[in-house]
């Protein structure tokens, strides 16, 4: 099994643009500029998916990609939750890769478990999809570890490299289980709205204000780079504007203490511990 490397921060594309009839298209230029700058800056790692703006996404990262040479970005797309049987998935790789103008990706993932499709069925396809050269990686989004596991036993000559999932400061759930069960089964856990749509990158968080003020950084970087420095763990901001692609690039080249990172953990948790009033 050829070992997999991932850049540790990479670019989210995720959109909610629905419908192409109605899709407003005049953001498109600045868009595919973006995702070029950041290729420029070092976020060689791209992640989509078919479910993104219908497909529509894929289509705007395919033109950033093409002025690069292949090896140099790695692409990341997932199949959704509906078209997880056989035959299906199978249409949606080659629908994916039609999208993006590419020969094959370097990681293809179950977007989410569909619970009415067996999972020896959807990994069956992940791998005819890795045998074909379709792709080089498959892996998962949104698993447990127990979908995990299992997901794993169905496979026969390929592993799963990866499982994608909301995991930052505010939300730390994987960190119990999920995170540690990967790093033993040798997984990437790749970490999606890790600055929680902005609200990571404000100030406001007595800790993380401190920290960003000790290390010289912004609040976004000190949240990134508590993502990153764990083992295993990558992350997909998500960046419209050059300042954005900058400061996330400024999160990689550096690593917080580790009191400072326990320290910052903890505070969260606490947070989350409060009641809400509403």
């Given at each position: 099994?050829?070992?997999?490397?991932?850049?540790?921060?990479?670019?989210?594309?995720?959109?909610?643009?629905?419908?192409?009839?109605?899709m407003?298209k005049?953001?498109?230029?600045a868009e595919?500029?973006?995702?070029?700058?950041?290729?420029?800056?070092?976020?060689?790692?791209?992640?989509?998916?078919?479910?993104?703006?219908?497909?529509?996404?894929?289509?705007?990262?395919?033109?950033?990609?093409?002025?690069?040479?292949?090896k140099?970005?790695?692409v990341?797309?997932?199949?959704?939750?509906?078209?997880?049987?056989?035959?299906?998935?199978?249409a949606?790789?080659?629908?994916?890769?039609?999208?993006?103008?590419?020969?094959?990706?370097?990681?293809?993932?179950?977007?989410?478990?569909?619970?009415?499709?067996?999972?020896?069925?959807?990994?069956s396809?992940m791998?005819?999809?890795?045998?074909?050269?379709?792709?080089?990686?498959?892996?998962?989004?949104?698993?447990?570890?127990?979908?995990?596991?299992?997901?794993?036993?169905?496979?026969?000559?390929?592993?799963?490299?990866?499982?994608?999932?909301?995991?930052?400061?505010?939300?730390?759930?994987?960190?119990?289980?999920?995170?540690?069960?990967?790093?033993?089964?040798?997984?990437?856990?790749?970490?999606?709205?890790p600055?929680?749509?902005g609200?990571?990158?404000?100030?406001?968080?007595?800790?993380?204000?401190?920290?960003?003020?000790?290390?010289?950084?912004?609040?976004?970087?000190?949240?990134?780079?508590?993502?990153?420095?764990?083992?295993?763990?990558?992350?997909?901001p998500?960046?419209?504007?050059?300042?954005?692609?900058?400061?996330?690039?400024?999160a990689?080249?550096?690593?917080?203490?580790?009191?400072?990172?326990?320290?910052?953990?903890?505070?969260?948790?606490?947070?989350s511990?409060?009641p809400?009033?509403?």
């Amino acid at each position: 099994m050829k070992d997999v490397r991932i850049p540790v921060i990479g670019q989210g594309t995720a959109t909610e643009r629905r419908g192409r009839r109605i899709m407003d298209k005049s953001r498109d230029k600045a868009e595919v500029a973006a995702y070029k700058t950041g290729i420029d800056f070092g976020l060689t790692h791209i992640d989509t998916a078919e479910r993104y703006s219908v497909g529509y996404n894929e289509e705007l990262v395919g033109e950033a990609i093409k002025y690069y040479d292949r090896k140099d970005v790695f692409v990341t797309t997932k199949v959704w939750s509906t078209n997880l049987m056989y035959e299906d998935l199978i249409a949606s790789m080659k629908g994916s890769l039609h999208r993006l103008g590419l020969d094959y990706v370097d990681l293809y993932l179950v977007h989410k478990p569909n619970p009415e499709v067996p999972l020896k069925e959807t990994m069956s396809a992940m791998e005819y999809c890795a045998k074909e050269g379709y792709t080089r990686f498959i892996g998962v989004s949104n698993f447990s570890v127990s979908m995990m596991e299992e997901a794993q036993s169905h496979l026969k000559d390929h592993r799963l490299v990866a499982n994608q999932v909301h995991y930052s400061l505010m939300e730390q759930t994987p960190a119990e289980q999920l995170l540690p069960n990967c790093q033993e089964k040798d997984v990437m856990l790749i970490a999606y709205m890790p600055l929680e749509i902005g609200k990571l990158a404000k100030p406001g968080y007595t800790v993380l204000d401190e920290l960003a003020q000790k290390y010289g950084k912004t609040n976004a970087q000190v949240s990134l780079n508590w993502l990153i420095s764990q083992k295993k763990v990558v992350a997909i901001p998500k960046a419209w504007n050059l300042d954005h692609l900058k400061e996330n690039i400024g999160a990689v080249g550096w690593r917080l203490s580790d009191e400072d990172h326990k320290r910052l953990s903890e505070s969260f948790r606490k947070l989350s511990s409060l009641p809400s009033f509403h």
